[in-house]
């Protein structure tokens, strides 16, 4: 009989926040009522039960049409006018992703946890509101935000790198918050690709005090990123993010480069017969997927133009193409290097973060160097 009054109050309380219009603190303090409820086995409790899921279904299905519409109004950099995000609504893949399976059941777990937020929200919890993807470039990163958005029926928010960074003291930080604002006042999936531009570690002695203010706006946006849209940060160089960084995501999956079984089933998904994929994918291992789809595309428009079979279109592609890979990858390398020298690292430094020996480093940056000249 003792708890009869504290039942009362929550009621009460239950009627203010819905008056108010508190929507998320309503749907918590209904989720304990309704769990309180079934231990006194009351039969309100399924009536109360349904009928906060079918409310928040038809809500999830307002919220995406009028996302859809809000998401083409972007915000802009105050002076060159240049919009700080890209839209893409509905977001259809041409093909399905192939991912190692560490990966697939991530992303589905998380894709689980969205399409059942009603159950969650009952249980007093939320689905994961922000993810990290991290690993080698080329591996599914950027897709994986693709296709979270395409299973969600969610508008796909890119940040506009170009525009977004300025090299004006603050315009940086203030165009971020821009982004960050505008992607969380509508249910939509917001990809932060090239994560490490922005929360780059605040121990560098070489960063100015604006780069340490960018880092602090996003430690609090992760931490107060709403249930309704899902935050997506993408990153080739984990190595480069603020400790601080990691520990805020709900979600973190680590990329590995691409792998045999991998290259063979994209491959044969993309056309290729399982023999020829086999013949294929030993010389690709560890190559960005990106190139894999790239390789059939240029095979494919060889065969139209010069009437060559497409096995033999795209086996010569292919020894070019493993020509080419290395010739970037070393070009890759030789960029990181000047920019992080440029940060006034020394060549030491460098070294530990390439996993080179300094005197590497150096013969690296001295052909460079004759190279330009």
């Not at 049409?65 to 700080?84: I, W």
């Not at 960050?180 to 605040?202: G, I, M, S, Y």
């Not at 609090?220 to 160089?237: F, K």
């Not at 960029?335 to 530990?352: C, D, F, P, Q, Y």
Request: glycine share 6%.
């Amino acid at each position: 009989m003792s708890s009869a009054p504290a039942s009362h109050a929550e009621w009460i309380a239950l009627i203010r926040e819905g008056c108010a219009g508190n929507a998320q603190p309503f749907q918590l303090r209904l989720s304990r009522l309704i769990a309180r409820l079934r231990r006194e086995k009351s039969p309100l409790a399924d009536l109360l039960s349904k009928a906060l899921s079918d409310a928040n279904a038809a809500h999830m299905t307002l919220a995406r049409d009028s996302a859809a519409q809000q998401a083409t109004l972007v915000p802009v950099d105050a002076e060159s006018s240049l919009p700080l995000t890209t839209v893409l609504y509905p977001v259809v893949l041409d093909h399905h992703p192939v991912w190692p399976s560490e990966i697939e059941k991530g992303l589905r777990a998380l894709v689980d946890e969205w399409t059942n937020a009603g159950k969650l929200i009952e249980a007093g919890l939320a689905p994961s509101r922000t993810v990290l993807l991290s690993g080698p470039p080329g591996t599914g990163k950027t897709l994986s935000a693709g296709y979270l958005a395409e299973q969600l029926n969610l508008p796909l928010v890119s940040l506009n790198l170009a525009a977004t960074v300025n090299s004006l003291l603050g315009k940086t930080g203030n165009n971020l918050t821009r982004v960050l604002n505008h992607a969380r006042a509508q249910p939509c999936v917001l990809l932060l690709d090239e994560f490490d531009t922005f929360a780059k570690r605040r121990d560098d002695g070489q960063d100015v005090g604006e780069l340490k203010r960018v880092v602090n706006v996003l430690l609090q946006a992760i931490d107060e990123w709403p249930s309704t849209s899902l935050l997506v940060a993408a990153t080739n160089h984990e190595e480069l993010l603020d400790r601080a960084i990691f520990r805020r995501f709900d979600f973190w999956l680590r990329f590995p480069s691409s792998t045999l079984p991998q290259i063979e089933a994209l491959l044969i998904q993309l056309g290729c017969a399982a023999n020829l994929a086999s013949q294929l994918a030993p010389g690709m291992v560890g190559q960005p997927l990106s190139d894999v789809h790239r390789l059939v595309i240029r095979a494919k428009r060889k065969v139209i133009l010069e009437g060559k079979t497409f096995e033999h279109s795209i086996l010569s592609l292919a020894n070019q193409t493993s020509i080419d890979t290395e010739i970037r990858a070393e070009a890759d390398r030789i960029s990181v290097v000047h920019r992080l020298r440029a940060e006034g690292k020394s060549m030491r430094a460098i070294g530990r973060e390439l996993g080179l020996n300094a005197s590497s480093v150096s013969r690296m940056l001295a052909r460079s160097d004759k190279e330009k000249s």
